[in-house]
């Protein structure tokens, strides 16, 4: 009988910790875990000076993170994607938004990862937005 007990013990133990790994593993990405690459950062640099710092700094797009946090990253890129630049909303490459919104990331002090921002590929629509650090 008390061997049955440990064998249960045991179990019950082994039972919790593979629930609790399956509710962290399920957890969403965020742009804190480094959504975007150094090398796209930097391609979106020259970009976003010339078509962007004119109308939006860093300030702006704290504020904007802050006012979508939870939502997909998708959300944000689709969201500047058909609104930007406004004088011409849509008129760059995806490839080019891509690399903007990645210098965004890095001005308002989220980190590099190993991965790309890849919108056609999926990863920002498993990427979630949470407010920057002040």
């Known amino acids: 009988m008390k061997q049955f007990k440990i064998n249960m013990l045991l179990a019950l133990a082994v039972s919790a910790s593979a629930a609790a790994f399956a509710v962290a593993a399920a957890q969403p990405a965020t742009i804190k875990d480094g959504a975007y690459t150094v090398e ?21 797009y704290k504020t904007a993170f802050s006012n979508r946090n ?3 990253l998708a959300y944000m890129f689709e969201e500047i994607l058909v609104t930007m630049p406004a004088d011409m909303p849509g008129s760059l490459m995806d490839q080019e938004y ?16 190993d991965a790309p921002l890849d919108y056609n590929g999926g990863s920002m629509h498993t990427v979630n937005i949470v407010p920057p650090e002040s």
């Open 70 to 72: 939870n939502q997909p």
């Open 40 to 60: 796209q950062a930097e391609a979106g640099k020259e970009l976003y000076e010339r078509r962007c710092s004119s109308c939006h700094n860093a300030d702006f």
């Open 98 to 113: 891509e690399q903007i919104l990645a210098h965004i990331l890095s001005i308002t002090g989220f980190p590099a990862g």
